[in-house]
């Protein structure tokens, strides 16, 4: 289930992307507006479970979840992530799978890095960090609804939210050093990413590289 943010009035905010606009001589986030009020998410699923997120210093400060019958939970984000991270409203979003799992889905305004976040509800739930996430608020990235992608050194992972199940794609036969994180487009140019296929371009070592491949969930 995709859900809005709501600030801490309850008012609704709007997310848009703007992809089709040309961002080659802009900064990833058009908006860089300060976010300083808390935005909760909410969903109907059983046990109510909700996301809270606050802000400081217009960056993410600590982040809730809890629902009923599960376990409440809290992460103080410098802690979890040790990166300077600031975020849009344009480029932050939450999906609450079935009361299983949130997705926290966001872009770093300064680098465009783009990281996720899986919190479970649960009290066997999981809680994950992707550092290196392939997010589809890039113009240059499409990812199909109900999918998350991430990469390092060897793979593009593809996880399909609903059913935890992964695929992946090699990058190169021998795998990529040195990637600079903070600057995607220098490793990947550009992907296209469907529950059925994989379309991506790398650049590596000054070489085009392209995959177009069905993909396998396990």
């Not at 008012?11 to 935005?39: H, N, R, W």
């Not at 059983?46 to 217009?58: E, N, Q, T, Y």
């Not at 990281?115 to 499409?142: H, Q």
């Not at 794609?169 to 296209?192: A, R």
């Amino acid at each position: 289930m995709r859900l809005l943010f709501f600030a801490s009035a309850f008012a609704v905010v709007t997310l848009a992307a703007c992809k089709g606009e040309d961002t080659s001589s802009q900064p990833f986030c058009a908006d860089e507006t300060c976010i300083e009020e808390p935005m909760l998410v909410e969903s109907t699923a059983p046990g109510k479970p909700f996301v809270r997120i606050s802000f400081k210093d217009c960056q993410i400060d600590s982040i809730h979840w809890e629902k009923s019958g599960g376990v409440a939970n809290d992460i103080i984000f410098n802690e979890f992530i040790e990166k300077t991270v600031k975020p849009s409203k344009q480029f932050l979003t939450c999906d609450i799978i079935e009361g299983k799992y949130a997705w926290v889905k966001f872009n770093d305004c300064a680098t465009g890095r783009g990281y996720l976040l899986k919190l479970g509800f649960d009290k066997d739930g999981v809680t994950s960090k992707f550092t290196s996430a392939i997010n589809n608020f890039d113009p240059k990235f499409a990812i199909e609804d109900g999918l998350v992608a991430y990469y390092d050194n060897t793979f593009i992972y593809v996880e399909d939210m609903q059913t935890g199940q992964i695929a992946k794609q090699l990058l190169t036969d021998t795998g990529v050093t040195e990637i600079d994180y903070d600057n995607i487009h220098s490793l990947i140019d550009s992907v296209n990413i469907t529950k059925t296929n994989i379309y991506a371009k790398l650049k590596v070592k000054n070489q085009e590289i392209v995959h177009n491949n069905p993909l396998n969930f396990k």
